[in-house]
C-alpha cells in the first residue's frame, strides 16, 4: 500500500475483515477442542456452520465489537471526527432497546458475574459486559460511562480514531476519548495507547518499517517527555520485550504462552 490513504483504509478494512472472519469461531475456550475440528479444514475463516459456544450468529456478521467499531467510524465521518456525545447516543442506539441485540437473552442490563447460565450458543447477537454497563449508565444519565472492563475491545476500537488522526498530536487523547467512553482503566488506556502507536507507526511508514515500528514505539514509551505517558508504560514496555524475544516461536505457542485468547 504505497499511499497514507491506502494504509489508512486498509488498516480499517483488515480490521473489520478479521473480526467478520473469526466470528464463528469466537470465544473458544477449549481450545484442544477446537483444534480438533479444525484440524482437516483448509480454510477456517467464516466458517460454516458456526462454532461459536456462546451466540450463532449468520456468517459474515460483525461480533459485538466489530459492530462497536462500525458504529465508531460510522460517527468519525458524520462528525467530522470525535464527537463523544454524539458516539454514546448513538452506541446507545445500536446496542439498547429496540435493536436486535435486544432479546430475551439479552434484554436485562446486569454484571457478567449475575447473568443466569442459559443454553448455549444463544441464537442472537451477544451484548457484552462493557456495553451492558454502558447502556445502564448511560440511560441513568451518568456523567461517566465507561467501567473497569479490562478486554481487548480497546485495540479493536482505536483503529478508526488512529486512521484518522495519525500523525496529528491530539491522536492519543481522541483515542482515550473513545476508549474510556466504554472501558474506563488505567490498563485498557495503557494498551489501547500501545497499539495506537504501533499502529499509527505503521500508517504513517508503511509495511516497509518492519522491526523499526516496535524498535520506534519501545523508544517513544521510554522517553520521560512522551505525549500522555501512563503510569503502566513500564510494564508494557516489558512485556513487549518478552512477546518480541518469541518472535521464531509459532503464533499459536506465543498466544498461548501469553495466556492471550
Given at each position: ?44 475463516a ?6 461459536n ?19 465508531i ?39 457478567k ?47 478508526s ?8 498530536p ?48 519501545l ?43
Open positions: 500500500m504505497a499511499t497514507l490513504e491506502e494504509r489508512k483504509i486498509g488498516a480499517i478494512v483488515g480490521a473489520l475483515v478479521a473480526d467478520a472472519a473469526a466470528q464463528p469461531i469466537h470465544w473458544n475456550y477449549k481450545t484442544a477442542d477446537l483444534d480438533d475440528f479444525l484440524r482437516d479444514k483448509e480454510e477456517i467464516f466458517l460454516e456452520p458456526s462454532r459456544p456462546f451466540y450463532c450468529i449468520q456468517t459474515g456478521k460483525h461480533s459485538c465489537y466489530g459492530d462497536q467499531s462500525v458504529n467510524l460510522r460517527s468519525l465521518v458524520e462528525n467530522g471526527g470525535v464527537n463523544i456525545e454524539k458516539l454514546k447516543k448513538s452506541t446507545y442506539e445500536l446496542f439498547g432497546p429496540n435493536t436486535e441485540y435486544e432479546n430475551e437473552d439479552n434484554a436485562t442490563y446486569k454484571d458475574s449475575d447473568v443466569v447460565k442459559k443454553v448455549y450458543p444463544i441464537k442472537s447477537k451477544w451484548r457484552h459486559a462493557g456495553i451492558k454497563s454502558f447502556l445502564k449508565n448511560y440511560k441513568e444519565g451518568a456523567e461517566v460511562t465507561g467501567i473497569e472492563d479490562n478486554q481487548m475491545d480497546c485495540v479493536l476500537n482505536m483503529v480514531v488512529v486512521a484518522l488522526y495519525a500523525g496529528r491530539e491522536m492519543l487523547d481522541k483515542v482515550e476519548e473513545v476508549i474510556t467512553m466504554t472501558q474506563n482503566s488505567d490498563i485498557n488506556v495503557a494498551v489501547a495507547f500501545t497499539a495506537a502507536r504501533l499502529l499509527e507507526y505503521y500508517i504513517l511508514h508503511g509495511k516497509m518499517a518492519g522491526v523499526q515500528a516496535l524498535n520506534s514505539v523508544e517513544t514509551m521510554g522517553n520521560p517527555k512522551r505525549q500522555n505517558p501512563q503510569d503502566l508504560d513500564r510494564g508494557m514496555i516489558n512485556y513487549m520485550k518478552k512477546v518480541i524475544e518469541e518472535k521464531e516461536t509459532d503464533h499459536i505457542s506465543v498466544a498461548r504462552k501469553f495466556n492471550i485468547s
